[in-house]
């Protein structure tokens, strides 16, 4: 399951996002998606899953192009985790995992069901939480669900936009070794992240995006240069590396007083 | 090329991982209280009425009906009319259009996200009683005593499809904009009812008044048997796409991402509703809040699971407004109170309750 | 959990049981009895008739002269069974008068039963129905106007005569279900065809006969009163006064008026007077605009009573509708008022309507 996109342009209510950009995503890689902001990544993610349709250029999964997928099937190829976790009622915990599973509702994989929502709880540690109601749920909980959801999905794709925006440590690191692993098994996941450092220990590749086009495309050591992102994202950045790991510095803004505030009270 | 089944992961008490045992002995227990409760109160409410039958007759009117010789029949001598011409198609007309308004309720909920709709938000309510008037004042009598209901139906699904070809956008129909073409849809058929009441003499506007205010008065068997169609099939698409429904939930994208045909899927749940709805206001009446609180009741009881959901509504319905309808028909000697404003009564406070108690849980308005 | 469902159910019935309450108290099953200033009225040849009529001042209140039943026989000669065909082309064999059920809006239809001397048969009586021979009557209807199936059938009629004026329809379906034979007769009330109306009756009933006689003595007294009315009503057009009938009811604003075909046109005109809305082409019963009814300039005003009392009488009428203060009738406080259950119901007290109609008019010193 090969995802293409050839010279690919959207627009979002008349605004030209994408400029040009063309990449392929293959089974067995863990890609990046990262950028400033208003680069334009979620609608990149966007045109992946299928929401959006290109203004020009294609967007093909195995082939074929997204817009002439039916719904039902392409869900049983790519699966989407969404940047904010909305739910209209109070379902319990297992029961918004158990919704992946639709795309496999009346065909003999839906006998595995239970077992696959079981692992996949499992997988991002809300085994514990599956009789709590969803939203009673903290961010990073609700998060996690949510991934816990694309994974019950088991499709080959899997695009997540900013998986690990709530998370603390433990957290973002377990769901980063899923998308790891989930990678190593053949799946093709993209995954849109805000933190470089992050993006660069667990990625295979790293997509820059900047105003809409691709700046870069590449493994981390090639992409992660501090000149390169500092004209990205506007800011100096130092890159360094710390026992083989990538760590990305932004260089700190100092305020230099340049004199002493003349009503600063005499200390006895 | 289907996606390969991850490993089995080893917890780390080394046993394969398995769900906590799902608890679903409350769903039964309430199927289980709701059904004893109608059949209780079916049996309690053949045995009162402005006729006074004791329940000894009521039981003998029963048997002897079915063929066996058991039991006395009633004495009085329209006693067994009584009961069989006014009283038992009243109260199956009450459990019928009781369920058919909770489960429309539970409909409209979920394809809409929000545990605020009520399937008068599509226009079914106004559409059918605008038609209504409209045969009550010209005085159209196409199919005898049936064309008032008939119109009533037809007037309230084009009403429905009417609100949803407007809000159609691009393929897509978003909530908030179906809802505003509801409140514009219903504004005109508000001004035709009002149009039509303006034109009729005061036996008419009488009748308009009686038909808005919801009744069961003069139920028929004739309508028992044409409304309990409508209600099976619409329970029966109802429960067919319970899990679908569920999956609204997430929210029309991740809905679509899961696999839903979001619009078809709306599509039908909105001709179910209006089926539904249509089915029950035109013998009826206009008899609101049951759509409302029956399923907010239920869903605080069992969750908001569809597959037990809609079911449940349509058993606590047909429970509630065969009560309202007791009450409506025995509280005051020789009256007859519309039993919308029974219903109004209690779900207008009680809504209002339930607004502050659910907020947080229900997840707040999508 | 289910104690909080409990406690939900709990709280349901009390509101429940309280919202009965509530409507209960709220529902007045009666209806507009005699008030009692209702004292017989005098007949129009002994009344103290004005000089003027159009510049009198003052209100009154028209009361019958009798509302006694005067059967046209006691011995009434039945021939049963009947076969007739109802004003609604649906026919319908009578074998049984026993229990016999009319019920109308008026109360014309029981009335008519009873002067046909067939009153000892009549088993319940619907809220119009107010005269001493039928007050003891169980009453068939709730809320006023409609018709209350269980109420019906717990009488066992053998016969109902209606018209379409209550409901609901289908009730009147659920008593042909039942077996019991139900007459619908023209609901139309006004002088034209109060003779036809008893005779449908009558034939019903299987009195043709008595029914006969019966039309005849409404018609002749009902001429013999318009004759009376005749001789001290304005004959000229311009100098007869301008009347209109007003529906009034209660705080909102609203009245209506009464025009063509409503019956009140032919009142209006047995009595001698001009009716305004012939000038507008008014049909049916419809809500005024307040300039229309200053523009119509009406010197009297004909009015249900309890619509009179629900806007607090004449001095509320003019506080509340200040266009009717702008008219002759307002000005000159020309409000004539009678019983909600007579004033339209035209049937066998039609004469003892116009009298009493006329005498306030004409002579309310009298009525006084």
Not at chain 3, 102 to 119: H, N, P, R
Request: charge should be negative.
């Amino acid at each position: 399951m090969t995802l293409r996109l050839t010279k690919v342009s959207a627009s979002l209510g008349g605004h030209p996002i994408l400029h040009d950009v063309s990449l392929e995503i293959v089974p067995g890689e863990l890609v990046a998606l990262v950028g400033p902001n208003g680069a334009g990544k979620t609608t990149l993610l966007s045109v992946m899953s299928g929401d959006v349709e290109p203004s020009s250029g294609t967007a093909e999964l195995d082939g074929v192009e997204l817009r002439r997928w039916k719904v039902s099937a392409l869900a049983r190829q790519r699966a989407v985790l969404p940047q904010e976790q909305r739910l209209a009622f109070g379902f319990r915990v297992v029961d918004v995992v158990r919704m992946g599973r639709a795309p496999w509702a009346r065909l003999p994989e839906e006998d595995l069901d239970d077992t696959i929502v079981a692992e996949s709880m499992h997988r991002t540690d809300v085994l514990g939480l599956a009789e709590r109601t969803f939203p009673t749920l903290s961010g990073g909980e609700k998060a996690r669900t949510s991934f816990a959801r694309v994974l019950a999905q088991q499709t080959s794709v899997a695009l997540l936009d900013e998986p690990t925006a709530a998370l603390d440590i433990r957290h973002q690191e377990q769901v980063l070794a899923e998308a790891r692993r989930l990678a190593a098994d053949g799946h093709a996941v993209v995954a849109v992240l805000h933190d470089l450092t992050v993006a660069a220990a667990h990625a295979d590749r790293i997509c820059v995006l900047a105003d809409g086009r691709l700046r870069a495309d590449g493994p981390p050591r090639e992409v992660m240069q501090p000149d390169v992102l500092g004209e990205v994202y506007g800011h100096p950045v130092d890159v360094i590396d710390h026992q083989g790991r990538l760590v990305v510095l932004p260089h700190l803004i100092n305020h230099t007083p340049t004199e002493e505030p003349s009503c600063a009270p005499a200390l006895s | 090329m289907t996606a390969t089944l991850p490993s089995r992961p080893t917890a780390t008490t080394g046993a394969p991982v398995t769900l906590p045992r799902h608890r679903s002995a409350r769903a039964t227990a309430l199927f289980i209280v709701l059904g004893i409760a109608l059949a209780l109160l079916t049996v309690y409410a053949a045995g009162r009425g402005q006729l006074a039958i004791p329940a000894g007759e009521v039981w003998g009117s029963i048997m002897h009906r079915i063929g066996l010789d058991w039991g006395t029949m009633p004495t009085h001598p329209q006693g067994d009319n009584t009961l069989w011409q006014v009283r038992f198609p009243r109260i199956a007309l009450a459990i019928i259009v009781g369920a058919a308004l909770s489960s429309a309720g539970a409909l409209m909920q979920g394809i809409f996200g929000n545990p605020l709709a009520e399937p008068s938000v599509v226009g079914v309510s106004t559409g059918a009683a605008f038609a209504a008037a409209f045969v009550i004042v010209f005085q159209i009598n196409l199919v005898g005593s049936w064309t008032t209901a008939l119109f009533a139906f037809v007037g309230g699904l084009i009403t429905t499809l009417l609100v949803y070809a407007l809000s159609r956008a691009d393929g897509r129909t978003e909530v908030v904009t179906l809802v505003l073409t509801g409140i514009a849809v219903n504004a005109v058929c508000s001004a035709g009812l009002a149009l039509m009441i303006f034109l009729g003499d005061t036996q008419e506007r009488e009748q308009i008044v009686f038909w808005q205010l919801g009744s069961l008065n003069g139920s028929r068997w004739e309508y028992v048997g044409v409304v309990t169609p409508f209600v099976v099939v619409g329970l029966l698409g109802a429960m067919l796409m319970a899990r679908k429904l569920d999956v609204l939930a997430l929210g029309d994208r991740a809905a679509r991402h899961v696999g839903i045909d979001v619009e078809r899927l709306r599509l039908v749940a909105i001709v179910l509703v209006a089926l539904l709805t249509a089915a029950a206001v035109s013998f009826a009446g206009i008899i609101a809040f049951v759509g409302l609180v029956v399923p907010h009741l239920i869903r605080m009881l069992v969750g908001p699971g569809h597959r037990v959901l809609v079911p449940a509504s349509a058993l606590a319905g047909a429970v509630l407004l065969l009560g309202a309808d007791l009450i409506a028909r025995t509280a005051v000697t020789g009256a007859d109170l519309p039993i919308g404003m029974l219903t109004s009564l209690v779900g207008g406070p009680f809504f209002f309750w339930l607004l502050r108690r659910t907020r947080k849980t229900a997840g707040g308005w999508a | 959990m289910h104690r909080p469902a409990l406690r939900i159910v709990q709280r349901l019935a009390i509101v429940a049981l309280f919202a009965s309450v509530v409507a209960a108290c709220g529902i007045t099953p009666g209806g507009s009895g005699p008030s009692g200033n209702d004292a017989a009225a005098v007949d129009l040849a002994s009344a103290e008739v004005l000089t003027d009529a159009k510049t009198y001042v003052g209100e009154a209140h028209a009361s019958l002269a009798s509302t006694a039943i005067k059967p046209i026989t006691n011995d009434p000669q039945q021939t049963l069974p009947v076969t007739v065909t109802d004003a609604q082309g649906t026919t319908v064999t009578i074998t049984d008068t026993s229990r016999i059920l009319a019920l109308d809006i008026y109360g014309t239809l029981s009335q008519t039963v009873f002067e046909l001397g067939l009153g000892d048969q009549v088993v319940g009586r619907d809220i119009s129905t107010q005269f001493d021979e039928a007050a003891e009557l169980p009453l068939v209807t709730s809320n006023g106007h409609d018709l209350n199936a269980e109420s019906i059938l717990a009488l066992d009629p053998t016969v109902i005569l209606t018209d379409t004026s209550l409901g609901p329809w289908d009730v009147i379906l659920q008593m042909r279900d039942s077996g019991i034979p139900v007459v619908v007769t023209d609901s139309k009330r006004s002088l034209d065809n109060v003779g036809s109306l008893t005779e449908e009756i009558a034939a019903a009933l299987g009195v043709p006969a008595e029914g006969k006689l019966l039309s005849e003595r409404i018609e002749k007294e009902a001429a013999a009163t318009q004759a009376e009315i005749a001789k001290v009503a304005p004959q000229a057009v311009q100098d007869k006064l301008r009347m209109v009938f007003l529906y009034v009811r209660g705080q909102a604003g609203v009245y209506y008026m009464f025009g063509e075909g409503s019956g009140a046109d032919g009142l209006i005109e047995a009595v001698g007077g001009y009716d305004v809305t012939k000038e507008i082409d008014w049909n049916g019963m419809k809500p005024v605009n307040d300039e229309a009814i200053i523009a119509a300039q009406p010197d009297l005003i004909i009015m249900m009573t309890k619509g009179l009392e629900s806007v607090g009488g004449v001095d509320g009428l003019l506080d509340r509708l200040p266009a009717i203060a702008n008219t002759p009738a307002g000005e000159n406080r020309r409000i004539v008022d009678m019983q909600d259950s007579q004033v339209l119901s035209f049937g066998p007290r039609t004469a003892e309507v116009l009298n009493s109609l006329a005498v306030a008019i004409y002579a309310p010193e009298s009525a006084r």
